[in-house]
């Protein structure tokens, strides 16, 4: 099986619906994503200007909205 029969399988045998995993509840998805891309920005922005200490404050912020979006996933 690929994942496309995979996925909706393994959601039905227990009885969970699938799309029930895949919704965000209680945040701004698309705020934080724009959030993202601005740090991006400013990360390539402060890595062409050898900005380490910037870079890895930047990327610890991307780190922490990704995993703000991921817990938040039921």
């Given at each position: 099986?690929?994942?496309?029969?995979?996925?909706?399988?393994?959601?039905?045998?227990?009885?969970?619906?699938?799309?029930?995993?895949?919704?965000?509840?209680?945040?701004?998805?698309?705020?934080?994503?724009?959030?993202?891309?601005?740090?991006?920005?400013?990360?390539?922005?402060?890595?062409?200007?050898?900005?380490?200490?910037?870079v890895?404050?930047?990327?610890?912020?991307?780190?922490?909205?990704?995993?703000?979006?991921?817990?938040?996933?039921?």
């Open positions: 099986m690929n994942k496309e029969h995979l996925l909706p399988a393994m959601c039905t045998t227990p009885g969970v619906d699938s799309r029930e995993h895949h919704e965000a509840t209680g945040i701004d998805k698309a705020g934080i994503k724009a959030k993202v891309r601005e740090l991006k920005r400013q990360g390539d922005q402060a890595l062409a200007q050898a900005n380490h200490q910037l890895r404050d930047v990327r610890r912020q991307i780190h922490h909205l990704n995993h703000q979006i991921r817990s938040h996933v039921l």
